[in-house]
C-alpha cells in the first residue's frame, strides 16, 4: 500500500467515518465483503436523474468498492433519509471529467488525496 493511500485511508477510518456516522452527510452501506454485516462510509457525490454518482479515491482498493464488488446492493443516506441502489463501477468512465462535473469540497478533496480513481454510479429504488 502506498504511503499516500495509507494516510489518506487511516484519516477516513479513524476521522472522517466516525464523524460522518454522527453527521448529516451522506453515507454509503455496503454489505461487508467477509462478515456479512453492514459496513457505512462517509461519500461526496451528487444525485442526478435518480442516480447518485460519486468517485473512489483508491478505486478497487477501498475495502468498500471490494464490498460493492461483492455485493452491489447498498444503500445512501441523503439528505437523513437511507434510499436503497444497485452499484455499478464505471473503470471506463473518465474520473477526473466526472469530479469536474460533480464540483464542491469533496471532489476537491478527492482530486488532492486520491491513488487510483474511479467513479461508481448508484442507480436509486
Known sequence: MSLKRRVVHTVQRLVVNPIGRRM????????????????RTAVGGRVVDNQFWMVSEHGTHSDYVRNIQADPRVRLRLHGRWRAGTAQLLPDDDPAARLRQLGGLNSAVVRVAGSDLLTIRVDLD
Open 24 to 39: 448529516p452527510v451522506t453515507m454509503l452501506e455496503t454489505t461487508g465483503r467477509k462478515s456479512g454485516q453492514p459496513r
